[in-house]
Each structure stands twice: as structure tokens, then as C-alpha cells.
């Protein structure tokens, strides 16, 4: 007879390998979003073009703060992408800088005044919040009303290997920048890196 215990702990391991597979794998998208309706691929090559720019600036700011303090660089996740696009569609009409729900993701959230944002100088605001961050201490020094260190601390933590991120123009002509990463930083006591 088997033990009721390790078959309980079977499936456990089980849901958490298919859970982490199923936020890992590429979503569906909408042919709305891929597919101009006209069948222009011109349009299709700019709008792809620009995603990719957007991709490599994302990934390049990142990169060059952990690089600065001596991490391993993060890797693109379309599937985490779709995740972090998805959450800021859902903000369009307030284009609120809130976290979303999903507990399994370190998140980074920013909201640029206008619609002509790049990518880079959004995430460099987190990356700014480094000035505050003193590594022998591991404490914060920000300003009273600023919003602390906990962003850089995200986007140079030491064990997130995977980043995937959604920019949209909110109803309000705001651009909000929605950052989700993998495995989730700032848990935990230790140093970010």
C-alpha cells in the first residue's frame, strides 16, 4: 500500500511543475494585436521592429545596473511579457502605478507624464533609486515621500534570471511601464546581490 503522505507530496510537486510551466509558456494572443486586419506586412515589420527595440532597450537598462554590481544578466520571457501586458491593459483607464496581484512575480510598476516614452529612461527611475541603497548596510537612505530603493533592489536581485514587460499609452495619453520578474526579489533578509 502506498503512503498517503508522499502521494499528497506527489501531486504537489506535480501542480507546481505544471503551474510554473503554464506561467513560463508563451500566451495566446489575439489576432487583433499581431495582424493589422489589412494584411499590410509593412505595417507588421514596423510594428515588430519597434516591439524588438522596446525588448533590447528594456533588457539593455537591466543589464547594465546588474553588470554594475557584478550580477548574472536577465533573460527575456515572452510568456512573462504576456503576463506584465496583460496587467497594464488592465490599467488603461486609470493608468494607476499599483501592483498586480500576481504574488509570484517581483513587479515594477512606473507611469511616464505623456505618450513618447522609450523604454530606458522609465526603467532608469528604478534604477535611479540605487543612489539610496547602501550595500553594507543593506539599507535605504531615500528621501520621506520618495518610494525607496525596493525597485532597484528588484532589478539587480541576485537570483532573478528572467524579465518580461509590457509598455502601453493609457486613455490619459500617460505611458505605464509594467516590469514582472523571476523568480520574484527583495524576499527574504539577504543582500540583493
Request: proline share 6%; net charge positive.
Amino acid at each position: 500500500m502506498a503512503n498517503p503522505r508522499m502521494a499528497i507530496h506527489m501531486c504537489y510537486c506535480y501542480l507546481t511543475i505544471f503551474l510554473l510551466l503554464a506561467l513560463l509558456a508563451p500566451p495566446c494572443t489575439p489576432a487583433s494585436d499581431t495582424d493589422d486586419g489589412g494584411g499590410s506586412a509593412g505595417v507588421d515589420e514596423s510594428r515588430r521592429a519597434r516591439a524588438n527595440a522596446t525588448v533590447a532597450d528594456i533588457l539593455s537598462a537591466h543589464n547594465a545596473a546588474r553588470r554594475a554590481v557584478g550580477v548574472e544578466p536577465l533573460t527575456w520571457s515572452p510568456g512573462i511579457a504576456g503576463y506584465a501586458k496583460d496587467y497594464a491593459r488592465s490599467r488603461r483607464a486609470d493608468c494607476a502605478p499599483l501592483r498586480s496581484s500576481l504574488f509570484y512575480f517581483g513587479e515594477n510598476v512606473v507611469v511616464g507624464k505623456g505618450r513618447r516614452w522609450d523604454a530606458a529612461p522609465l526603467v532608469a527611475q528604478w534604477v535611479d533609486e540605487g543612489r539610496w541603497y547602501d550595500y553594507g548596510s543593506s539599507s535605504c537612505a531615500a528621501p520621506a515621500g520618495s518610494s525607496g530603493c525596493a525597485r532597484y533592489t528588484q532589478v539587480v536581485w541576485r537570483n532573478t534570471t528572467q524579465l518580461g514587460c509590457g509598455k502601453i499609452v493609457c486613455d490619459s495619453g500617460d505611458t505605464l511601464l509594467v516590469c514582472d520578474y523571476f523568480p520574484p526579489g527583495n524576499y527574504g533578509t539577504g543582500r540583493p546581490y
